[in-house]
Structures are given as structure tokens and as C-alpha cells.
């Protein structure tokens, strides 16, 4: 850090353009930092900077934007994190992908804030940053390798085992548009980052680093870092996340009857026990593992040991994973889902893109519209796992049957027309994360607005929040718009610094995260302007897509959940009523009514006003 | 090395007894480092002394003994080798696996030239052996796991990336009869080892060391390494084995009719074109793979990138697999033989006898000595790979038909009688290696009699020699027990110090051996002392299976290959000649010809009198 004022950071952003082979250092801009401190909210700040709207996703003008924060390589548990940012191939807007592991841990630790990539190299390559150092290399030798190996063989081409390395697998390299990309086993799973790294002939980055960041005040986050240990030792043991990971949700959500089930025809999948995580930990599950320092330890080691699927291993399978190859597609046999999980790691696919892409086309074999001459053969009847894990290798591999799904949900839709968008599980170009908003009423905020699409991240918590506290109602409309305003400008801040929002049920009512970066940063931070970068983000994100023409007619959910009543369950005839939820919504964000635009004078009062003046030139303001 | 005589030596024996979880030091006997070097030799004779007639191979006082030779961890080229020696489940008899990759070499620089295991385990464990300090780990965390990932997950947990790991996959926790151990991506495979592994619950075993052996003569070391460089050089590049390693066999073979087809019944495989390493190697080869050290680096990584194979990855095939999961089941797609070789070694089982077995089993069903209702429906014809994946998969699991399948070919015959032990394709239980006796002829003197069974390490080479130099006659039956005695004693000498039999080609015409031993160890070694070495382990071998009552009788190949007339190709006609064969080899060898048990005098004149007073004492000497 050579004289960046803040601590925490390495102060320096890292340029590598693969079509010139150039590689160089840049300053990290310390305005930027005070105004979106780091990770999502950075990374935003860049892209909206560097992609414009006229730039094609997998064109070699499109970049790859990996953001680290603040926390991240101090030691504070949860902020082994990272986000990359780039125009979704999938869904041609604003895209970010968080994920766990070592990568953006050891980002920091080699020096950098973030890692900007463009142009295409001409023939495969992967990068190899150590320390300050960043080599373009050759990658012939792992290219059409799968995920877990490339990062094998990688490590030995540097001689580096102690290194990190993101990579994509077949999926990526086909271009896949739900292409994946893996560091360790996590995922940055959604948008088809994969096929982004595909394009520009990027098979893989190692990164490896020594040198930790300075603090601010060492004594200080020292004790800040012990408070928070005491509020995760008051947790019991660590978080609701500990053990299964997000999979434990599926019991809120099946409680509610608001479990996709066949393409969303239903909430309520009979039999989901059998996919409820303590029937298959307790048969399958190994160990647990944790990305460093992190005590909620969420990922959870299964191998099936019996069966046709015996010998598929995962960390997981996550709650998405539970929905998109479980109860979407009609599928009960958690040893599918497994093995699916672990068709997807391997070759580097999403799983919530591929489960709903197959979800979507049994409902059109369902209708007629898809028949055995059009599948290849397969029959693609509810729960056939089978068909499924099959098709999850023909997606990776874009072949036979599997080329036409690979495309997601919505291309799939467009093309076969037929009023089939009213049950493409799809909100812009995205699969939908697995709440049914007709159960859940806030979720369809969510998914409905979110800047990436159908996402699930800007619903988990809101569904935690609306069925899991007392006195929660999640049928209830009122006083949904703002819950989910807070949640997302309140929960941001861990995407920013970043901390896993795993530990948000741990320290969501404590302000821990202004003593963690006052003291690591020096910055004067405050619980109020945590949530006002919070909103800042949140805005940004949303100027982003409007910049390219997107409003509010783009935030629409199917209409399967607008217009076809729930048919059983808790949820028992509920539609979700987007008109009410988004107006309130629009209210709460001051962002206006008509477009869903922000209002130049919420952009303004967010410091947001370069932002206000291209989207006005644009004539994108409302 | 505290005060051992000899340099190269490490000195040292490690015993770790499960039973009792107690782990101690040994030192290495200086007289049988002189009297069988190492490896091979000083393997034997520990089995020898340790593993007596009465022991059960899947009860606790089986033992498992790994040595190194005291050229390993002296940077020779092809030193990194490592010899595991236990009583075979398989064939209840003589067993040693060879195996490259980095374990033999980290168990040197440990400061051990062999580990003894005995005992059982009362739960899953590893052993952690690093520099002299060695640990018994609980291993639940990686029960049930695929050896590649039980490789890396015990990495992490002994936090030591450049750990070498030796270990089973399910196949060898279930006790199947045909488990391999891998360690890398290479594997001791034959005969059950990894069962015996299993049957201790010893799911794996970690070494690293940093400790080099010293020298005697360190500068005439360095000259011995030079001059075998510049062997290195003249080869061209380095040796057949280069490239494709030894899947480069398929082309002699073929080339005389002798490719085993269809469960051995012709030994020409239509369109076997089509599995030549070029054929699929221009496709799918990604990269090469050597041990440490290694300049001939026949390792071949390969990734199959289309079709309903596509993934599937192998450092492989090598040419055995070409031959057990292709010609023997009838099988010309490439692809599916990679599928199958990737199965095997992920999940730990021998691809020989796994092919062979399926190949057995294909032809009953030919036979109608099985049917649909016995496979569980699989459709055992020729060629249909898709039954055998799926079959190999079975195998590894014990689950389903594929339960019966992994019992090994002997015990299947046994079970279904009707005089199948004419086509089942084994010796002493062990399943044949893949060279058709009837048209090379010194070949089966190699697989009938040699110590674990149907080897095709006895072999390979007699092949080489007999299909590939001037002049040669693979037909011919003169001068061949001689050859094949030749060969045995001369190139057993790379088992034992050791060095890659893939080197062989290379250095086969050279002293270097002698030269490289005297400098490194101090003994004096000359080429005729080390053929005498050889002769001494060969006799050794010979008597461990001579102690339990095995004989001449127990040196016969199946019937099909002494009474069917090979049908096609180049050696239409031939049989092969037991009798001639076999009393020449004896006679050669200096064993009775009644009972194939070397004599006294033999024994006595190698300095094996305590072995011959062994064999007398329980009546089994001539």
C-alpha cells in the first residue's frame, strides 16, 4: 500500500488486457473507496465506469471485474470473499457473482483491491499473479479439463500448491451461457460469467500473495474482531448456516408452501422430506469445510456411498441446488441432486439456471410442445433424474438436446414461443432463485427489481425475515416494500467490506461492521452511512441497467405467479400482486413511480451525481 | 542414515502395527540390502520372512510392505518408484504392485526404505508420515471419497500440498477383490491391494520428507547420472515410451495377431485402428505427466471433449487398459476407454482384471451360461461399452451384477462351473495380461509362471523383444526359455534399485546400473552380480508361492490357449506349447522340471539356504 490513506486495502488495482499481453498497476481511487468501500459496491462503481451500454457481453470489449474489500485478508471471519462484476452474456445487463474461498483472500494478499481483465488472448491462457507479478500462460494443458482438475494441474504448472485459482471448465470454454466459474468449489455461478472467461480465451487466474495489509489501528480491530467472536460464540453454535449451508432454508420455505415444485405449478412438492438436508447428511455427509477463518464453516462434505449415483461428492448441495434439481423438476432423490450438484462443479454450469432451463422444458414435454423428436429421445417426465443428470452433461458439453437448454430459460422461451414466457421461470434473462413470491409476498421485490435478474440473493433474507421471526406474516403485502429496502440497503454492506452473508444471523443486530472498518480502514464509519453506501450500491446498480433502457416494465415476474393462484398449500390461492408491491417499493427507494428509474434527486442525495448527469444526457432520467 | 553401511540407503524401516497404534523405527539389515538391494528384492524377502503360509490376506496379520531402492531420492531418472508386497486376496498367493509417481521418493527423503503395516485398525485411519514422525489420523472425513479427492482433502488436513498420498477409493473399503491403491494418478493395482487396505481400514497414507540420502561417492555419482543422460539424449527422444507410454504396444501386438479379442477368442480385433493412441491421442491429449525426475515422461493426459463421454479424463490409457477395456471386451470406442480408465482409477480398481472380468462375463452370456435375468438386464454383447461403464462402476461399489463381476474371473468361473475355466482368462487367479500367448510365444513362459499370476510385467518386454528387434520370431519356440530367463534376471535389476522398466529400451545395453549403484551405494556391483541379484529375487518369489504347495500344475494357462487353434491373422493355427515351454524354462532356470520348485542346489547357489532349509523343513522342496 504505497500511500493510499486507508488501511485494510491494498490501494492498487490490477489491469490485464489479454489482447495486448499488457499487464499494470493503477491506484485504487481513494474517493471511491470512501464512497463504495470495496467489493460489490467497487465493483459496480468500475463497471458502471469501464462497460458501457453499447458494449456486447462476449465481445473481447466486455471485462472481468474481481473485487476484494476491505476485511478481506485482516483475519475477520466471513471476509474471504470476492465479486466479479461484467456484462451477463445471459441476460446482457449488470452482473455480479460473490463467492467464498481462498481467491479473493489471497487477491489481497498479492497485493490488489481488484483485478480488471479485458480484451481476448488468441489462443487459451490463464494468469498467474504471485506477489505483484502477473504472468499471461499458456493453457493448452488444461483446456477442456474439468474444474476440480484445472485447479489441480495449475497448481503444479506454477508450483504453487498453496495458491488459489478461478477457472472455468467445458462449459466456460463452449461459451455455455449458463457457464460457471469455480475457485476451490465455489461458485460464481450465475449469468454465464463462464462463458465471459470462454470468450476471452481466459481458461483460469492463480493468485497467490504474502503480504497482509497494514490496519488503521491494530489495537483497535484487534478488539473489534473480539467482539465479534463473542457474538458468534453466543450463536449456537455459529449461525443457522452452520452445518448444512443455505440448505436448511428449505424447510422455511416448504413450511410455507412456497417450494417451487414442477416449474412453479406448485409450492408444495410431495415427498420433499426425502431432499430436506438431515435425510441425506445423515446418510451421506463426510466433513465440513470452511473458507479461512470463517467459524460458520457452511460447506458441507457429502458422498453418496449406495446406489446408482454412488461415488458423486459435493460441498453441498445448497439450497438453490435443492430447488433447481429437486423440487422444480418434480425430483425427490437427493442422490440425483447430488450427483447433479457435482456435474455442475465439475464442468462449471449454474446449477439454479440449468435445474429451471430442464424444469421449464418437462413443462413444455408436459404440454406437447417439446416431444421425444425434439429431446433426442429423453423423456422428459417430472422427477425423472435420470433425464436430468443426463441433460446436465449434455448442457456442460452443449450437445444434443442439452445445446438448446444451455441457451437458459429465457432464449429457450423466446424461441419456442407459443405463450410459453408465462411460465419461463425467468425475471430479465435470469433463472429465478427459488422463493415463490405468491408464499413469500417481499421476496418478489427481490427477484422482480433486482439489477442481475431473477436473483436470489436479494430474497433469502427477506424470506428468513418473513417466515422464520415472530410474528412474521408472509402473506402479508404491507410493510413488505420497506422491509426489503432496509434488508437490501442494511445487508449490503457485507457484499461491500465484505463479509459473508452467512453471518448475517449472527451480527445483523450489531454494529460491528463500523468498529471492523474504522479501525482496519481509519474511515470514520458509522452505522447510518453504512446503509447509506448501502443504498449508494443499491442505486448504482439500478442506474446501471437504466442506462441501457431498462425500467419498470423489466421488472416483471412470469405471470404464472401474477396470474395463476398457488393450487394448494398455506399459500392456497395467493397470486403475487406486483402492481402494490412495486409502487410501494419504487416509494420507499424514491425512485420514480412510472420508470423505476432513481430520481436525479435521489441520485444527487446519494452523491450519485456524475451518474444522474449521463443517465439525464442519456435521456434515460425520468 | 546412522551408521548404515551403504550411501542411497536411508537406513531405516518404518513399522506401524493398527492394531495396537504403535509406530517404531527398525534398522534396515545390511546383509539383505547386499543380497537384494532393494525394491523388489528386499520386498520379497520381508514378505518372505513376515507373511507366512498360514496368514489369511483379509485378516490383521496380512502385512503391507512398501519399499524404495537406494537409488529413489538420488534424482536418477525413473528412481521414483515404490514396490508395495502383501499376501493377494485375490489369489491368495504372492503379490507386489510397482507404481511411479512421487510416493517412493517422499518416503526416502521421510528416512525410511520401506513401511511395514500391520494389524487392523478398530475404525477408518491414515497414516501421516512426515520427516521420521509418523501419525495414526482418523480418517472419516474422507471414508467413502474417490482417490483423487481423498488425495487433496488429506492435503488440507495434514496441511502439506506437496504431501505424497497413497490411497483406496470405495472399491478397496468394500474389500472388492480386484481394489487398487492409487497414489497420484498412478496405481498399484493388481491382485486385490487394496483390499488388503481396506480390510486393515486404512483408507490412505501421506508422506513428505526433505531429508536427501547420501552418497558414497558423490562425484562418481554425478558422472554415472551424466553418462546416463547422455543415453537419455541418444535416445530418440528419450524412448518408445515417451508420448503415448505404453500404450505404443497395441501396434506390435496387433501387428502379429496376438491382441487379445473378445475374451481371447481370435487375437484380431477389428478396426482396432481406431484405439491406437494416435487415433485418439491427436483428439483428446492435452499434455504429458512424468515423475519427478523423469525424462521419459510417458504419462499422457488426455480429456475427452465430445460425445457421451465427454469429461472424462485419464493420465492413460496405458496399453493393458487399451487391451482389458477394449480388444478383450470387444470394444473399438476410444472414448468409452477412457471413461472406464477414469472410473477405475477414481474409484480404485484394477483395469485389467475389471476388463477381463467383464470380458468373462460377456462371453457366459454369449454362451447362455448368464442371462438378463442374472445381469440385472444389462446387455452383455460385444462391444457395448455403455454396459461396460456402467458394469465398472458396479464393480467399484459391489453393487448389483457388477457385486459378482468383482470377485475376479477365477472365483467367477468357480461359481458357475460348466467348465468355464477353459475361457476364463487367468492365471493362479490373477486375470492375464494382454499378449496372446499363441502368437508370441515366449510370452506365456512370462504369464504361467510367474509369482502373483497372470503378470504381464514378466511379460511385456519378452514381447518387445520377440515382435520388435531384427530377426525376431514371435512364433518361434526355440531359444526362448532362455530369452525369457535372460530378460527375468536382467531387467529385474530396475525393480530393485529401482528404476522404470520404461527405461529399459534405453539403458538395456548399458552397465550403467553397476556403475550408478557403486557410486552411489559403495558396494561393489558388477553387471554379472547383478543378474545374480536378479536370479536370487526371482527364486525368492518363486519359493514364497512354493512354501503354501504351488507347483508346476499351478503354471498353466487356460485351456484356451493350449487347445483352440487361434482362428485369424498372423499365428492362425497356433497354440501354445505348455510342456516344451515350460521343461525348457526350468531347465534353464535350474528349477526340478517335475515340480517347478527350485532345487537346493539352486537356492543354495544364489545363498538362499535358509529359504531352501524353509522349504524342506514343511516338505515342499524336490
Redesign the interface.
Known sequence: MDGFPYGGYAGKLLRVDLTTRTVHDEPLRADWAESFLGGRGLGARLLFAEVGPEVDPLRPDNKIIITNGPLTGTGTPGSARHITHTKSPLTGIYLNCVSGGHFGHQLKLAGYDSLIISGKADRPVYLWISDGKTEIKEA???????C??TQ??I?KDIDQ??ASVSCIG?AGERKVMMAAVMNERRASARGGVGAVFGAKNLKAIAVHGTSEPRLADPDGFAKALEDLKKLHDRAAPVGVFTGYGSATLIHNISKVGGFPTRNWQTGVLEGVEKIFPESWASK?R??SKACPGCPVSCGH?V?V????Y??A?TEGPEYETLYSLGGAVGNTCAEAIIAGDEICD??GIDTIEAGIAIAFAMECYQRGILTKSDTGGLELTWGNHEVMVELL?QI??K?DFGGFVSQGVKRMSDELGQNTASFAMQVKGLAMGGYDPRAVKGIGIGMAHAARGGCHHNATYTMYEETEFPGANPLATEGKPKLLADLIHGRMSLDLIPICIFHWPIIRHFPVQPQLICSATGMNMTAAKFYEIGERVHNLERAYNARMGYTRKDDRLPDRLLKEAMPEGPAKGETWPMDLLLDGFYEVCGWDKRSGVPTRQKLDSLGLEDIAEELSRLGRLP
Open positions: 493448452n494443458f488444461v483446456w477442456g479439463m474439468d476440480e482438475r489441480e494441474f497448481k500448491p498453496r467445458p451421506y463426510i466433513g462434505v458422498v456411498t449406495e446406489g446408482p454412488a461415488g461428492m465439475r464442468f452433461k456442460a458439453f450437445r
